[in-house]
């Protein structure tokens, strides 16, 4: 198969683009290599996929259309996943300008690559962060989504309306799938494992909102990377139509799916499973709620294990590990 993916320099990116190259599939990678964090790491990730015959990268913003159609015109895609997004809940509050310019008219200009070319599937990266402060839980596709806490959660579900939109007037079938905090190896710099590695290492304090109460529906990059290839074999069509629970229009071949495994966790045990892998305590500083967080996540699984049979389902020991054991190898501490 050839895959179009944007965002192949960053974390769940360069996992798909690996996992895809492995297989032997034709990648081409589109990234802007943005400073919203460490370039270098961005550059590594690039030059582990670049070792594959399979992968071509190209590096520019999503808002440069011509860019973008001369990547389609490489690839010639099968499939096009669309990753590339300016990411961040907190970041959000300081430059929403980033948000409009990369999530919703960069997003347009992936929509309208799409309706030009007609891929077998358009697949698009959205966050539980749609699903804002919702009371419900665990949180299904069919659950309102209309009430975002955030710039960067109300670019997602605009995005997600655009292609609606795409999918009824163009059919182009088209799956947005619903991350729910995801971590592991190659992760990036703001996330709080990161952070929270680092610190103790360090020997510095780390900060933990929400008094630890907080929860989190956390995904291990490769359980994520799983569900997408899986979902990728299946666009969305009356053909696939999971009775009650789906979330597939019936004004075009779109739908939205959870991937998450429906297990959150409390920062607080969080932390504590951090300590364990690195065998040391943090110093803990703990403060209130900040602004555009919500409480907890916590993903209903149901949709996406009916459709591909498959749920993440790494436990939170074992992923940290492998991030701390990385971590250790990639900065030699």
């Known amino acids: 198969m050839r895959y179009l993916i944007t965002g192949t320099a960053g974390f769940i990116g360069f996992h798909l683009a690996r996992r895809l190259l492995d297989e032997g599939h034709f990648v081409v990678g589109f990234d802007a290599m943005?400073?919203?964090?460490?370039v270098a790491l961005k550059e590594r990730r690039h030059a582990i996929l670049a070792q594959s015959n399979g992968f071509r990268p190209v590096i520019a913003r999503l808002e440069d259309r011509a860019a973008l159609d001369a990547a389609a015109a490489l690839a010639e895609p099968d499939v096009i996943v669309h990753l590339a997004a300016q990411a961040g809940v907190r970041y959000s509050l300081e430059n929403p300008q980033a948000y409009v310019d990369s999530n919703l008219v960069g997003s347009f200009n992936v929509l309208e690559?799409?309706?030009a070319i007609q891929p077998q599937h358009l697949l698009l990266a959205s966050t539980s962060s749609v699903y804002g402060a919702n009371a419900k839980i665990p949180f299904a596709e069919l659950d309102r989504a209309d009430e975002p806490l955030t710039l960067y959660a109300a670019s997602k579900k605009a995005m997600e309306l655009m292609a609606h939109s795409y999918a009824h007037l163009f059919r182009v079938p088209t799956t947005a799938f619903r991350f729910f905090t995801v971590y592991g190896p190659f992760g990036r710099p703001d996330?709080?494992?990161f952070k929270f590695v680092a610190a103790i290492l360090k020997g510095e304090p780390i900060d933990i909102y929400g008094e630890g109460r907080m929860s989190r529906d956390f995904t291990y990059v490769d359980d994520l990377v799983e569900g997408i290839v899986r979902l990728a074999a299946l666009p969305p069509s009356e053909?696939?139509?999971v009775a009650a629970i789906d979330t597939l229009s019936h004004e075009g071949p779109y739908r939205t799916v959870n991937i998450g495994g429906g297990q959150p966790v409390?920062?607080?045990r969080f932390v504590e499973t951090v300590e364990a892998a690195v065998g040391r305590p943090a110093i803990r500083n703990m403060l209130p709620m900040q602004a555009g967080d919500v409480p907890r996540t916590f993903a209903a699984p149901d949709?996406?294990?009916?459709l591909t049979g498959y749920k993440p389902q790494t436990p939170i020991e074992a992923g940290v590990a492998?991030?701390?054991?990385?971590?250790?190898?990639y900065y030699g501490a």
């Open 303 to 306: 949709l996406i294990e009916a």
């Open 322 to 329: 492998r991030f701390v054991e990385w971590y250790r190898g």
């Open 113 to 115: 690559l799409a309706r």
């Open 191 to 193: 996330m709080a494992l």
């Open 34 to 38: 943005t400073r919203y964090y460490d």
């Open 239 to 241: 053909a696939n139509r």
């Open 266 to 268: 409390e920062l607080i």
